[in-house]
């Protein structure tokens, strides 16, 4: 009964959007992915995969691939504020565009520094004009950190002299809803670590409306295109973790569903890159893996069309989408200590878990399997 009222309540919001103006008349979304070389089939497969992703029964698929194909009818505002670009460029460009991308490239892109043509005061009137006409419409994407306060002026943009804090604040005003891209948008990034000399902020620290995180560095497609979906099937905020991130994406953590997890579970671990467990797969905790405090679902979605992701390719998690992580996780191919975190067994640390826990739960296991075969011998079979 509740997933049949879920269903009627979106079936209702979709044909609601089906109703709003398309960017094109001639060229459709579905007709831009066969165009493509993607099979109907294709197609309900990727929606398949990304209604099981926003966590929804495989009943609401067409759902999602109606939300898809509408996902014209929404206008978008992408900002850049001080950044690497890199969030755009795991979206775009891909060597084999997948159907995320193509829908990303088709949506109603109003304005996007890097992919469109105009510049100058021809760029600022696009976005002014995009801002005035779909007000309360549009959905605004904002990539990278905000110098902030009395800093501003490390990031100036546009002929108008505007500072980014000042676009990020004037375009949050009247957007229908907010995502911050990537770790700097979400959380300040690298621009944002010690001694942080731009004060360079979060998005969410420059506006009072409410900002959905979608951190990583980059995020994957996948993360970027769901929250849009989200937005397009509820209308409303999904579920949020404590930093604002969605749950569907950020509910756990990397360490839970790692395909090296056995290893640890083992005490199996690469002590040096290069050495017989790297070789054999272990776990890459000891050379700096930060897997077991970092929420995503790179081991589920993976980069480059799903083809790796880091820990697949030998290299441990950097946590990159966590807050502040170019400070917090520390150096790169080494364990975190215990003096940054409360962490597990009795606040025995990660590092202890590593080197300890490992032989810890492979001697429980044998005391069970031990008692178990003990009671076997007097317990009557028959009972």
Avoid at 170 to 192: D, H, K, M, R, T
Avoid at 305 to 327: K, L, R
Wanted: glycine share 10%.
């Amino acid at each position: 009964m509740k997933n049949s009222s879920l269903f009627n309540k979106l079936s209702s919001r979709l044909d609601e959007l089906s109703n709003l103006p398309k960017l094109d008349d001639e060229v459709s979304i579905s007709k831009l992915i066969e165009e493509k070389g993607f099979s109907r089939r294709e197609f309900m497969g990727w929606a398949g995969a990304m209604t099981s992703m926003l966590m929804l029964p495989a009943s609401f698929t067409p759902l999602v691939a109606k939300a898809a194909e509408l996902a014209d009818r929404l206008p978008l505002v992408w900002l850049h504020m001080a950044e690497c670009t890199g969030c755009s460029e795991s979206l775009l460009r891909s060597a084999t565009p997948s159907i995320d991308s193509l829908i990303f490239d088709y949506i109603s892109l109003e304005y996007h520094e890097t992919i469109m043509a105009a510049a100058g005061w021809q760029a600022e009137h696009n976005l002014e004009h995009a801002m005035e006409k779909y007000k309360g419409r549009y959905i605004l994407m904002v990539e990278g950190g905000i110098p902030h306060a009395q800093s501003d002026y490390f990031l100036t943009i546009g002929a108008h002299g505007k500072t980014g804090e000042q676009s990020a604040r004037e375009a949050s005003e009247n957007a229908a809803a907010i995502f911050a891209i990537g770790s700097c948008s979400s959380f300040g990034g690298v621009q944002a670590a010690y001694p942080n000399p731009t004060n360079a902020t979060a998005l969410s620290n420059v506006t009072n409306k409410p900002v959905i995180n979608v951190p990583g560095c980059p995020p994957s497609e996948s993360n970027i295109v769901g929250t849009l979906l989200h937005f397009i099937l509820y209308g409303t905020l999904p579920a949020l973790d404590v930093f604002n991130r969605p749950k569907w994406a950020y509910g756990l953590r990397i360490h839970d569903a790692c395909e090296r997890r056995g290893r640890f579970d083992a005490g199996e671990f690469v002590e040096q890159f290069g050495d017989e467990g790297a070789k054999e797969g272990y776990c890459l905790y000891k050379v700096g893996c930060k897997g077991p405090y970092t929420f995503n679902n790179c081991s589920k979605q993976k980069f480059n069309q799903g083809t790796s992701w880091p820990v697949q390719a030998g290299h441990g998690c950097m946590g990159c989408s966590e807050p502040d992580f170019w400070d917090k996780m520390g150096i790169v191919h080494e364990p975190l200590g215990d003096r940054l975190y409360h962490t597990v067994f009795g606040g025995l640390g990660a590092d202890a878990t590593a080197d300890k826990i490992g032989v810890g739960i492979l001697t429980v296991t044998a005391i069970g399997i031990a008692a178990h075969a003990a009671i076997s011998l007097i317990k009557n079979p028959k009972e």
